[in-house]
């Protein structure tokens, strides 16, 4: 009696740990199920809000446009005021001092040239700035090509370690019927152990990409990442001249030509100092032993300076600020060229890969149905193991190289524009 509660009670205790643990399993793979997926656009959100270099650009515009604040500010009054009280120990006696006084600038050329420039270098922090974010998107399409990659890389190794372990059970039987020799069976043995290792690799890969995606969206570099698909390489154009004009609106070629625009002002402002400078300005002070009762006093005037002999100190400042000029005009020819040749070489690379797809498709698509026909050749023994094996490599290889090839027409796409200065348009 004794002995079936004993037994009764140990499988009601079985009983409860299996739902126990049936409810731990649910709950982690909800927990996987639950992982939001991360689209291309909100990445991209994700990217330009946390990355640190984009936050860098960001505070740099936010202090060019500070910068032209101040350098309009000096075009304004300006007002300041003081004060002092003073005390004689012996005599007992004190005196008091205030005084209010104020600015204004009529006439500075070199204030308003200050000003003008602080305007430009918005211009050229905001040209930069996109230069980054620009930089930034074409980073994270290739991190998302290389975890895609490296995602269907990782799940095609397994799908050749399953067919691994099939072939060596297909020769052992083979070998223990006496129809395939001792060689073959270690051979496949050897393929087999090579394929966990080349799948071992692979994972390894696949962690890496994710953490680079992680550390790129300034995420814990352990986070989950599952991530959607990539936009798709639309059709290349026969040739580069339908995107010759965009080269104009690059942000690198904008960034170069706010510059020289600065140094043009720089020009100005040397030039400036040989004209004379106006202002107007007034003080209203009080001081006395007895203040308030003493009479307040009050000023007001004009002012003008001209510095007319500088001992050529005026004329060497316009030489320099226009040797700066002439040098960045050569800096932005300079700048354009090279622009232009590396968005033509990554048309032309797009291209390539465009055209390689096709071929890889049409490669494994003709040696996969050898390898399905050899395959039932030789389980039916009109085929040679060689023959087999070769086959196979051969599918497998055309498998990677389809893999490869889509990851590869992905970054030469995402690659051209970002010559163009365009890849914020990668949608």
């Known amino acids: 009696m004794n002995h079936k509660i004993m037994l009764k009670k140990a499988a009601e205790i079985t009983i409860c740990a299996v739902f126990l643990f049936s409810c731990a399993v649910l709950q982690i793979r909800a927990n996987d199920n639950d992982t939001e997926k991360l689209t291309w656009n909100k990445a991209v959100d994700v990217l330009l809000t946390n990355n640190p270099q984009s936050r860098s650009a960001k505070f740099a515009l936010d202090a060019s446009r500070r910068q032209l604040d101040y350098s309009k500010a000096s075009l304004f009054p300006q007002l300041s005021a003081s004060g002092s009280h003073n005390a004689l120990d012996r005599s007992g006696s004190r005196s008091h001092s205030y005084s209010l006084s104020g600015l204004q600038p009529l006439f500075s050329p070199a204030l308003s040239s200050d000003a003008r420039s602080a305007k430009l270098g918005i211009k050229k922090t905001e040209s930069d ?69 080349t799948h071992e690799n692979y994972r390894k890969d696949f962690i890496l990409a ?152 049409s490669s494994l698509k003709a040696v996969d149905a050898r390898s399905w026909l050899v395959s039932g050749q030789y389980l039916t023994g009109k085929a040679a193991y060689f023959e087999w094996t070769s086959v196979e490599e051969q599918l497998i290889s055309a498998q990677k190289k389809v893999l490869q090839a889509k990851r590869n027409l992905i970054i030469s796409y995402a690659a051209f524009l970002n010559s163009l200065g365009m890849t914020g348009e990668y949608k």
């Open 129 to 197: 700035y996109d230069i980054v974010k620009n930089d930034l998107v074409f980073a994270l399409a290739q991190t998302f090509a290389q975890l895609s990659y490296a995602k269907e890389s990782l799940k095609l190794s397994d799908e050749t370690l399953k067919r691994r372990t099939k072939n060596v059970e297909i020769i052992r039987l083979k070998y223990q019927a006496g129809r395939e020799s001792k060689a073959a069976l270690l051979e496949t043995q050897s393929i087999l152990k090579l394929a966990l290792w």
């Open 210 to 361: 994710e953490r680079n995606l992680n550390k790129l969206l300034g995420r814990p570099a352990h986070a989950k990442v599952d991530i959607g698909e990539l936009p798709k390489s639309p059709v290349p154009p026969e040739n580069f001249k339908h995107f010759a004009g965009r080269i104009a609106y690059h942000p690198a070629l904008k960034s170069k030509k706010f510059v020289l625009d600065m140094a043009r002002e720089s020009v100005s402002k040397a030039k400036s100092s040989r004209l004379p400078t106006a202002s107007a300005n007034g003080n209203y002070s009080w001081s006395g032993v007895n203040w308030p009762d003493s009479i307040p006093s009050w000023s007001a005037g004009a002012s003008l300076s001209w510095s007319f002999f500088t001992a050529g100190k005026n004329t060497a400042s316009v030489d320099v600020a226009k040797n700066n000029q002439n040098g960045l005009i050569a800096e932005l020819k300079d700048v354009r060229d090279n622009t232009y040749l590396n968005a033509e070489d990554k048309f032309l690379s797009w291209r390539l890969a465009d055209s390689y797809m096709e071929v890889i498709k």
